[in-house]
């Protein structure tokens, strides 16, 4: 099955600063990346997604790119503020089932 | 907003019981799943189903049993818990077929198992 890989456990940025959160996937067929965010105590909510119709898809600060020779996929966040600290996590589907693959998510730290 | 609630939210069990972690969505999503939380490994799915009678086996289904009695609830089951199930377990349901694939997460459910 699809085995999804996010390369930053941990991330620290200064406020204003971007992040890059880099994921990885093995499935050719996965054409849906969605991406969560889990702040401290909290349940996941969805935050952008980005179909392999499409290479890149901003919403606000949130701009994810889609590299499909690669198989590799990004979320960056610009301007970042404290309040965008919490563990991202990056996923990957194929649309038929929508059962969806998560990575083990990054630790995103904003500090002031 | 979808809506998706689970009960109870924290939950203390003693090895060796049945532990019984329910979950309920009002956004008639056909799809609906079970994941549990663990430091260092992310989301692991346990059960997930496809409509009311439907119960499929995810990556961890090991001591783990689901039923799915309407569209609108999915329970997971612990028989006999172990310590090992000490986790946070969330349920989420989303639609195939609707305009997004994304799922929709419950809170949560702490579940500490002595």
């Known amino acids: 099955g699809e085995k999804v890989e996010q390369h930053e456990s941990t991330l620290s940025v200064r406020e204003g600063d971007s992040a890059v959160i880099n994921c990885t996937y093995t499935?050719?067929?996965?054409?849906?990346f969605p991406w969560y965010k889990q702040e401290a105590g909290k349940s996941l909510h969805f935050v952008i997604d980005i179909r392999s119709n499409v290479d890149r898809k901003q919403s606000q600060r949130l701009i994810v790119l889609l590299d499909k020779k690669a198989k590799r996929f990004s979320l960056h966040i610009t301007a970042t503020q404290p309040e965008d600290s919490a563990i991202y996590f990056c996923?990957?589907?194929?649309?038929?089932?929508?059962?969806?693959?998560f990575g083990d998510g990054t630790q995103l730290v904003v500090k002031p | 907003e979808a809506a998706v609630t689970q009960s109870p939210r924290n939950k203390v069990a003693v090895t060796g019981g049945k532990v019984t972690l329910s979950c309920n969505q009002t956004n008639n999503h056909n799809n609906m799943y079970w994941y549990r939380q663990d430091t260092g490994h992310g989301l692991r799915l346990i059960h997930y189903s496809y409509g009311a009678g439907s119960t499929e086996k995810g990556d961890i289904p090991d001591g783990y049993k689901a039923s799915r009695p309407s569209q609108e609830n999915f329970s997971l089951i612990l028989e006999l818990a172990t310590p090992s199930q000490t986790s946070v377990y969330f349920c989420a349901s989303g639609d195939p077929l609707g305009s997004q694939d994304t799922q929709y997460f419950g809170p949560g459910t702490r579940l500490l198992v002595l």
């Open positions: 996923a990957a589907s194929r649309n038929s089932n929508n059962r969806i693959f």
């Open positions: 499935d050719t067929a996965s054409s849906y």
